[in-house]
C-alpha cells in the first residue's frame, strides 16, 4: 500500500473513530443519567424517611416533655387528707388546734390555736419538725400571745334565792400562730418509697394505689 493510500484509509478512520468516540461518549452519559436518577431516586426516599425519623423523634421528645411535666406537677399535688393527718397526730395534749389554712402568697400550711403555755407551744413547733411534709427548720412560732381561755364555763344555780354569787375567773392560755412551709418531696425513686410509707402509715392508701398504677405503667420511676 503506497503512501496515498495509507493516507486515505487513515482520513476514513478518523471519522469511524470520532463516531465511535461520540457513541461511546452518548452511551456512557445515558449510563450516568441512569445511575444519577437511581441514585436521586434512593436519595430521595433516604430524605424522607429521615424526615419521618426527625418527625418521629420531635414527638417521641414532646411525649417525653409532656411526661415529665405531668410527673413534675404530679410531685407538687399535695395529699392534703394525709397532711391533716400528720398534724393531727403531732398535736400535743396540752395544744388545741383551731384552724389549719394556706397562706395564699407563700403556700405554707397557717395553724392558729392555743395552749396552757409557751412550752407547749414550742413542743408543738419542734413535733412539726418531724414531719416529713415540712421544712423543719423553717417551722416559726408567727404569733404567739396571752389571752382568756376561750372555753366557756357554766354555773347554773340551783334555784335557791340565797346561794351564793360564784364567779369564775377565766383562765389564761396562749394563742399562738405557727407558719409551717412545706418542704419539698417525690413519688420517684428511693426517696418515693419513703414517700409512700409514710402516705400508707397515714391513710392514704387511694393515693398510695394511683402512684403505683402509673409506677406499673412507666409514668414513674
Not at 398534724?87 to 405554707?108: F, H, I, M, W
Request: net charge negative.
Amino acid at each position: 500500500m503506497d503512501a496515498g493510500d495509507r493516507r486515505a484509509l487513515i482520513g476514513a478512520l478518523f471519522p469511524l473513530l470520532a463516531l465511535g468516540g461520540l457513541l461511546w461518549c452518548q452511551k456512557s452519559a445515558r449510563e450516568l443519567q441512569a445511575e444519577k436518577a437511581q441514585v436521586d431516586s434512593e436519595l430521595a426516599a433516604l430524605q424522607a424517611e429521615i424526615a419521618e425519623l426527625n418527625r418521629l423523634d420531635a414527638e417521641t421528645k414532646a411525649i417525653e416533655g409532656d411526661t415529665a411535666a405531668l410527673v413534675g406537677v404530679f410531685d407538687k399535688i399535695k395529699p392534703w387528707s394525709a397532711i391533716l393527718q400528720d398534724v393531727t397526730n403531732r398535736v400535743p395534749a396540752t395544744v388545741r388546734l383551731q384552724s389549719v389554712k394556706q397562706d395564699e402568697e407563700t403556700g405554707a400550711l397557717i395553724l392558729a390555736g392555743n395552749a396552757e403555755s409557751y412550752e407547749d407551744v414550742n413542743d408543738f413547733i419542734l413535733t412539726l419538725g418531724g414531719s416529713q411534709f415540712f421544712k423543719k427548720g423553717e417551722i416559726a412560732l408567727q404569733d404567739a400571745t396571752l389571752a382568756d381561755d376561750p372555753t366557756k364555763v357554766e354555773v347554773k344555780s340551783s334555784g335557791n334565792a340565797n346561794a351564793p354569787q360564784v364567779e369564775v375567773e377565766p383562765a389564761k392560755v396562749v394563742s399562738y400562730t405557727i407558719n409551717t412551709p412545706f418542704s419539698e418531696w417525690t413519688y420517684q425513686g428511693e426517696a418515693g418509697e419513703s414517700t409512700l410509707t409514710n402516705l400508707s402509715s397515714l391513710g392514704a392508701d387511694g393515693l398510695v394505689t394511683r402512684i403505683e398504677e402509673l409506677k406499673t405503667q412507666g409514668v414513674i420511676d
